[in-house]
């Protein structure tokens, strides 16, 4: 595969696999797919290195658990995972777990790659999460108490109206400072501003 980029693509569903990868591949890198997690572990000791690209949903084993099973057998390649909509503890769940990133399905091709050029970022510079932690701790000084209270809520899966409940405040006062803090982060979405919260620490709390 010459120096050519790797990306271990693990997910049951055949047409993600499919999209995924002519996406990945007119981006110029190498694209190897498996349809299960278990199908991955039986060769990820041998695979090239490179990023890994993981589904959190599959049968057999699901995400999280071909994770824990990477981390146990010191197969230390970036993960991105990938999520259903309203995954988001899950999500959470995985960045705890060590994972670079997660993307929500469906997803954009633009943030797919986005997510995996962080990913290999980490693979090639040791200083890379250094410098992601020292960013993301500026941005989030800039929020106020409060919203970092709802940021720290949202890094820890809770949902709107837990985090209200924990703050003594409404689900629509949540929903202000949740909108607030965002368009501080310049953010776009959810995962864009928990990505930032985990760089910062946040989301850390035992469950």
């Known amino acids: 595969m010459g120096d050519r980029r790797v990306i271990h693509l693990v997910d049951d569903e055949e047409s993600i696999r499919k999209a995924a990868s002519f996406a990945l591949k007119t981006a110029g890198y190498d694209v190897v797919t498996y349809a299960s997690g278990v199908e991955f572990l039986k060769e990820a000791k041998s695979a090239a290195v490179g990023c890994v690209i993981l589904d959190v949903r599959m049968p057999e084993m699901d995400g999280l658990e071909v994770q824990a099973a990477m981390a146990a057998r010191g197969v230390n390649m970036?993960?991105?995972?990938?999520?259903?909509?309203?995954?988001?503890?899950?999500?959470?769940q995985a960045m705890k777990g060590g994972a670079v990133d997660f993307l929500e399905k469906p997803f954009?091709?633009?943030?797919?790659?986005?997510?995996?050029?962080?990913?290999?970022?980490?693979?090639?510079?040791?200083?890379?999460?250094?410098l992601e932690?020292?960013?993301?701790?500026?941005?989030?000084?800039?929020?106020?108490?409060?919203?970092?209270?709802?940021l720290e809520g949202?890094?820890?899966?809770?949902?709107?109206?837990?985090?209200?409940?924990?703050?003594?405040?409404?689900?629509?006062?949540?929903?202000?400072?949740?909108a607030s803090l965002m368009a501080k982060l310049e953010v776009?979405?959810?995962?864009?501003?928990?990505?930032?919260?985990?760089?910062?620490?946040?989301?850390?709390?035992?469950?």
């Open 78 to 92: 970036p993960v991105i995972v990938l999520t259903g909509h309203g995954d988001v503890s899950v999500a959470v």
């Open 108 to 130: 954009e091709k633009a943030a797919l790659l986005g997510a995996v050029s962080r990913a290999f970022a980490c693979l090639d510079d040791v200083d890379f999460r250094t």
């Open 133 to 150: 932690t020292s960013e993301a701790g500026v941005r989030v000084a800039a929020l106020t108490p409060r919203e970092r209270e709802v």
């Open 154 to 178: 949202l890094a820890n899966g809770l949902p709107n109206k837990t985090i209200a409940y924990d703050l003594g405040c409404s689900s629509r006062t949540v929903e202000v400072h949740r």
């Open 188 to 207: 776009r979405n959810l995962s864009e501003a928990l990505r930032i919260a985990f760089a910062a620490g946040m989301g850390r709390k035992p469950k």
